[in-house]
């Protein structure tokens, strides 16, 4: 059975930092792009950075470029999300997928190359 468990959400205040976890099980994690997206309240789901199974391949969404740093450990079957210099605008649930391909281009189609999902994990940026 696949699963995907994120953590490390929460409320912090903008500038603030947090580190989001993702464990996966029940597939082979080194063989899959992996990816966090968010979506906030009355707003579309986006992706947010994609990391190929070498991790050579990382798109990043504009507006987080330069503050987020997606990696990920294939021995621990772990992803993470580093995110620094938090803003307002980053207040969304998060969410980690595992998929075939990390998309290029436009953040709002790479879903369609996700094949797993997680639940969820909230941040919430005050400012």
């Known amino acids: 059975q696949v699963q995907l468990v994120e953590s490390g959400g929460g409320s912090v205040q903008a500038g603030g930092s947090l580190r989001l976890s993702c464990l996966a099980s029940?597939?082979?994690?080194?063989?899959?792009?992996m990816a966090w997206f968010r979506q906030a309240p009355g707003k579309e789901r986006e992706g947010v950075a994609c990391?190929?199974?070498?991790?050579?391949?990382?798109p990043y969404r504009d507006s987080v470029k330069g503050r987020f740093t997606i990696s990920r450990d294939n021995a621990l079957n772990t992803l993470y999300l580093q995110m620094n210099s938090l803003k307002p605008d980053d207040t969304a649930m998060y969410y980690c997928a595992a998929g075939t391909y990390c998309m290029m281009g436009n953040p709002s189609l790479w879903d369609r190359a996700m094949n797993y999902w997680g639940k969820g994990t909230l941040v919430t940026i005050s400012s």
């Open positions: 029940g597939f082979i994690y080194s063989s899959y792009s």
């Open positions: 990391m190929s199974p070498g991790g050579g391949v990382t």
